[in-house]
């Protein structure tokens, strides 16, 4: 895994000084309340559209036109597949759960996984780009998202750490994908401890960096709390 030059800054920083711990993050109420992100209703159709077979009539060589009837046709001939279907006219749209006194839309890792979402492998530069309209409008928006700390360099006074997936990546097991890690940015004043190989929830402002390097997060959370439990 590589770090983001953001987060290798504050690290660096962190080494060199020792903060004032602080965090008195209270759950509150839970809040039942759902958000639906990204087109709704119905998708409009591509302006290039294929042809139905009943729009093709198939000339002969001598200008007539051709007549088929499911008796002319081969047994073992398949019907073509329809070209204005796509997986991302199907993922438009996704629903929500809102919880907390911060109204933090949950967010799970399955819900970024490119692989999962968009069957991309692997991760091209232009990613970013090519997102559904409901994972774009994830940017800017307060997430609360579940998953482990990566092992820091010192296990008090963190400001800022790397949330990843599960612990097979934080244990040094497989090698983690871009959508795998999130970079996190304690509110400020706010600090946490090393939680060792348990997961806990993080709530803080989600967003998705514009240039993207391998093996190095691809999101960010700012203004973030770490809520232990």
Known sequence: ????????????????ATLAAGCGYSEGKASNSTITLGTTGEIPESPTTKATPSEVIPVSANGSAIVETADSKSPDEKPAADATLTPAAADESRTFKVEGPESAIRV??????????????????????????????????????RGFMFPPFQ????????????????????TPKEYDLVETFLRKGVT??????RPFDVVGVFRIKSE?????AMYELEDAVVIEK
Request: hydrophobic share 40%.
């Open 192 to 197: 946490t401890h090393y939680i060792q190989n």
């Open 108 to 145: 799970s890792f399955d819900d970024v996984d490119l692989l999962k979402v968009m069957n991309l492998d692997p991760v091209p530069a232009d990613a970013p780009e090519r997102l559904p309209k409901w994972l774009k409008e994830l940017d800017g928006k307060r997430i609360r998202v």
């Open 1 to 16: 895994m590589t770090l983001g030059p953001r987060m290798a800054a504050m690290l660096l920083a962190m080494a060199s």
């Open 212 to 216: 993207i390097e391998k093996y190095t």
């Open 155 to 174: 296990d008090t006074d963190i400001r800022g750490f790397v949330l990843a997936r599960d612990n097979q990546i934080c244990c040094f097991g497989r």
